[in-house]
Each structure stands twice: as C-alpha cells, then as structure tokens.
C-alpha cells in the first residue's frame, strides 16, 4: 500500500493511511510522509497500536530525537523507553497523579499553546503522539496553523515584525502557573533562546508567524510592551479558523511539525486516565533530510 491522504481541515491536516507504522519506513515511505507533512503539517494515523520501541524507531527515521525537559525535572520516568516523553496524567507506578503536583502541572503547560521545545536551540521539528488510553470527554488536542497565520496578517503587521525575535524560555508556562520552585542550576540547564517572529518553512517554503507560550518577550523591546504583542499576535494565529481540533481514539497517532504550528491540550477529567506518549525530532541539519 502507498500513502493516502485525506484532508481533515481547508486549511492543513490530513487523515493518514496506507503505511503500517510499527515497521520503520523505508526511504519512499519517508519521502511521501515528509511530502505530505511539509503540505498539511498535522497527520493523523488511525488504529496504530504501537509498542515504546515501534515508536521511538520510527520516529528516529526522521532525525535524532529531543527529550525536552527531562533535561531538568529529572523525575522518576513511567516510560521504559527512555527516549519517549510521557505526555500522560500519570505517575511513574502508573497511578493517577494528584492534582497539584508537578507532573499535574506539566498536563496544565501542555494546555497553553505552544510548539514542542521552542525553548531550546535547536527546537523541535516533528512530534508524534500516542494516544494509549483516553478519558471518555474532552482531552482533545487542538493544532493551528502558523503559515495560515502569516499569510492573514495585514501587511503593516508584517512589516513591523518582519526583523523581530522573541526570547523564549522553559520554565515561562511553569511560572505563569504559578509554580516557581526551581533551583538556580534548574534554570541554568535551559537557558532562554530567541527566534525570529518570522521564518520560512523550508519544506514548503511559506512563511510562519512564530509565536506561542514559551515566548516570554520581544528582543529589545521592553517587557509589557513585547509581551502583549506578542499575546495579539498568539490571538490572531490562533482564532477558530486556523484550528484543527483532534478527538482521539486509542491507537491514534498524530504528528505535526512544531515549525509552523501551534497546538494544546484542552481539558478533561483528571480523575481518568489519559495515557499518551510522545516522540520528538530535532530540528537538526540531519534531520528531515528529504523533506525540503
Ligand atoms: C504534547 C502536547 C497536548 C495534549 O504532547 O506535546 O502538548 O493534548 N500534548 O496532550
Ligand atoms: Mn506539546
């Protein structure tokens, strides 16, 4: 079987099917993914069971993979599979996590809209999702698109951002949460980074309004002054049009490329089980190497 796609928005985001995802891809298989990823930047694949190892593997066709920030919470991980992020409500004995721990708190972060490790140099090119175990309301994950973003922006906006950059930090959405119990050597281990407001998508040569939760201000630009730009900016690129919201069935599995989109969780009851893993490439040189 060859690649099928079916679009799911009018915008971006297509249903993905024809390749069976437990084996890694061979090289056509990667260049029709890429192809299909540098058009519609979220594919959903339906009825994937994949094991820890299946995922990691193939994700690791596209590119080395990011762990994020496990680099500082060093907490006890649930994931055999140390190269996969758990993404769910739970702790590492597998038991529902309280509310108001940390882990709790992580489940909150992923509710802002954000592209996976913006914080760091380099950032994040694709995510793969894994829906385990789902709750039966709410949870869904919703995705907008960056390029829809752009090309809708009046071109005085363009203009005024065109040479920006904005600062981005990891702790920002921890913080904003009230949570601001991290050590001086926590806070060194992932020093803030900037990015261009605008970039070009290189597989698809569009370009992107980079924006999201993890930027905390506009370079040279005093703090409430970038920082409410950049919250109308975030307004406008994530308005309902732009959005695709993703209902999750177990086996699912949706990747998107956090170069040109945004995406958050939305609530759910956190006394059921939402158990979702996440593989991560870097967006390395080596990477996506087909994919332009
Ligand atoms: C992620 C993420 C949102 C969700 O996996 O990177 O932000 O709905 N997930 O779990
Ligand atoms: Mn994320």
Request: negative net charge; hydrophobic residues 40%; glycine residues 6%.
């Amino acid at each position: 079987m060859t690649l099928q796609l079916k679009p799911l928005h009018p915008l971006f985001a297509a249903e993905a099917s024809g390749i069976d995802l437990t084996q890694a891809p061979t090289p056509e298989q990667r260049k029709a993914i890429n192809a299909a990823m540098n058009q519609y930047a979220v594919l959903v694949w339906r009825n994937q069971p994949l094991s820890q190892a299946q995922q990691a593997a193939f994700a690791l066709a596209f590119g080395p993979l990011d762990i994020g920030l496990k680099r500082i919470f060093k907490r006890p991980e649930r994931m055999d599979d140390e190269r996969l992020i758990d993404i769910s409500n739970l702790n590492a004995d597998g038991r529902i996590a309280d509310r108001g721990t940390t882990k709790a708190l992580s489940g909150f972060a992923n509710q802002l809209w954000h592209s996976d490790s913006s914080f760091q140099d380099p950032r994040a090119a694709y995510s793969m999702l894994h829906a385990v175990a789902i709750p039966d309301a709410g949870g869904n994950t919703e995705f907008a698109d960056l390029r829809a973003a752009y090309d809708a922006l009046p071109q005085r906006t363009r203009d005024e951002i065109q040479d920006l950059s904005a600062e981005h930090f990891a702790l920002h959405t921890r913080l904003l949460l009230g949570d601001e119990a991290y050590t001086e050597d926590q806070k060194k281990t992932m020093p803030p980074v900037s990015w261009p407001l605008v970039h070009t998508h290189p597989g698809s040569g569009r370009k992107v309004l980079f924006v999201g939760v993890h930027a905390t201000h506009i370079d040279g630009w005093p703090i409430a002054e970038g920082r409410m730009f950049l919250a109308d900016l975030l307004e406008h690129a994530t308005q309902r049009e732009f959005v695709y919201a993703h209902r999750w069935q177990v086996g699912d599995l949706v990747m998107w490329d956090n170069r040109c989109t945004l995406h958050r969780g939305r609530r759910y009851d956190l006394t059921q089980r939402r158990d979702m893993r996440r593989a991560t490439v870097m967006d390395v040189p080596e990477a996506l190497l087909d994919a332009v």
